[in-house]
């Protein structure tokens, strides 16, 4: 029992890594202002970038990559530790190393979970592109480079963060299911692959209506672009 407990505590901390609000912390620090308010009302570092300006995009954009990589490696630590202490002995029948990729799997499905419903913004946030990258990169650097390769292409060609994120995680999945990874890991990116696109909902009815704001766009323009 004490296990199961412990191996809750280490998914929670997992969704707090996630619940840091670095753009609504950024919104409040630098013009005192709630970024969910603003913009398209997400905390990610697109509106950041709409709303503060360029350098506070790109400091969330570390910090939201950041608590992705962090969970990972959080979790690649904390459980093999549990094994090592008397009073958390797991049950006999489970094995640490066959047990080791599923709690990661689930610990990365905690970020994304806790950047997107943060606990600190009422449950709301961003939409765990940013976060999953990390998660990526931390998980599978190859996968991760792919994935951010695909985004830096089509942000260039349609600059469009919405589009680019989407087809970042279609790239992150395809790589995942052609590459020898462990079958949580290939869950892990698909499940959350679809989890980022599930978010960007209300941006593809902007892609699919041609309303959806591009990167350099005037606020006027973005704004109305959200709104349409």
Sequence with gaps: MVF????????????????????????????????????????????????????????????????????????????????????????????????????VCLAGLAVLLGHSRSIWLNFTGGKSAAAGLGVLLALSWPVGLGAAAAFGVVLAVSRMVSLGSMLAALTAIALVCTMEQPMPYRLLVIAGGLYVIARHRANIQRLLAGTEPRVGSSAHESKAASQG
């Design 4 to 103: 199961w407990i412990a191996s809750t505590a280490g998914l929670a901390t997992a969704y707090l890594f996630g619940s840091i609000p670095a753009g609504y912390l950024a919104g409040k620090l630098l013009r005192g202002i709630d970024i969910r308010e603003h913009g398209s009302r997400s905390t990610g570092a697109t509106n950041v970038l709409r709303t503060l300006g360029k350098w506070p995009a790109l400091a969330v954009l570390l910090v939201d990559v950041l608590k992705g990589a962090a969970a990972i490696a959080f979790a690649r630590w904390f459980y093999p530790w549990l094994g090592t202490l008397p009073s958390v002995t797991p049950p006999t029948a489970i094995d640490l190393q066959t047990l080791l990729p599923w709690a």
